[in-house]
């Protein structure tokens, strides 16, 4: 009786095992290639996305976002693949559905509240809020209200929030000029075919300390206080992985990571090895 009564219970144990293992399995994130976290994301944009030359693969992709969709797979059990591509690329592809998710140094702004999911944000660094102009020094001191750019040409990237920002905060006469990629824009303003460049603070810095000759103009955007901080695009109705991302969101914001990842992604763009590779819509690299 004793035998029968163990084999009875290591079969209820058994069988309870099976059970909860079939409710863990249940429970795993859905995504497009099942135990596989895809996100999109622009590595021209330092220190949120950028790389590092001296890896290779997907070690090579840095930054605060990076931290961020390393830690959002890890909360997720899932492996992670980062998918390098072109800024406006990366919210085609959420849209798509050809990824799960892009995390890019994304603002919110009334079109994508429209066209995507949004996240809950997280939030990157007083820097990363702060939108500026940078220009070459030569203009130094004469580019710092808005009225300075009547008649000049500035640049701003594709579906950006600095772009937003230049349509309707620079003078109407104000040519404005939008490039794919920051490398691209920057090479133009070294250039001298535009006047200046429209940037968030934290990558304007990282910019001027790696490129001689360039400067903050003195000018900074009014930015919404919805538009201050970051999100995550998910495609539109994608609402159990969007809940569960805004979960571990808060997760990270209550264990103090944001400030850490931050200063660690700065240390990391002041390296040698450190570049901003631009990307087109084939996410080949685009030569400088």
């Not at 976290?37 to 290779?56: H, R, W």
């Not at 591509?85 to 959420?94: E, I, S, T």
């Not at 990363?128 to 940078?134: D, H, L, N, S």
């Amino acid at each position: 009786m004793k035998k029968n009564a163990l084999i009875i219970g290591l079969t209820a144990l058994l069988l309870a095992a099976a059970v909860s293992g079939c409710g863990q399995a249940e429970a795993k994130v859905k995504t497009i290639t099942p135990g596989v976290l895809t996100v999109a994301l622009s590595p021209d944009f330092a220190p949120m996305e950028f790389v590092d030359t001296s890896k290779t693969g997907q070690d090579q992709y840095v930054g605060f976002d990076v931290f961020l969709a390393k830690y959002l797979a890890e909360e997720f059990e899932l492996k992670l693949e980062i998918k390098p591509m072109g800024f406006d690329a990366c919210q085609a592809a959420v849209q798509a559905g050809a990824v799960d998710m892009s995390i890019s140094g994304f603002s919110y702004l009334p079109e994508r509240a429209e066209n995507f999911n949004l996240s809950d944000y997280y939030y990157a660094g007083e820097n990363e809020t702060a939108q500026i102009i940078i220009t070459s020094a030569e203009n130094e001191g004469k580019l710092t209200k808005a009225s300075d750019y009547s008649g000049k040409t500035v640049g701003a990237q594709t579906a950006s929030l600095q772009l937003s920002c230049c349509q309707s905060q620079l003078p109407e006469d104000a040519i404005i000029k939008e490039f794919g990629s920051i490398d691209t824009a920057i090479e133009a303003l070294r250039n001298g075919q535009i006047d200046a460049l429209a940037v968030a603070e934290g990558n304007g810095n990282v910019i001027i300390s790696n490129v001689p000759g360039l400067i903050k103009s003195g000018f900074q955007f009014e930015v919404d206080e919805a538009e201050e901080n970051n999100l995550i695009l998910l495609k539109k109705g994608n609402d159990e992985l969007t809940e569960l991302t805004n979960q571990a969101l808060k997760k990270a914001n209550e264990a103090g990571y944001y400030p850490k990842w931050y200063e660690e992604a700065q240390i990391l763009a002041g390296l040698d090895t450190a570049t901003e590779v631009a990307m087109d819509e084939t996410a080949e690299e685009v030569s400088q």
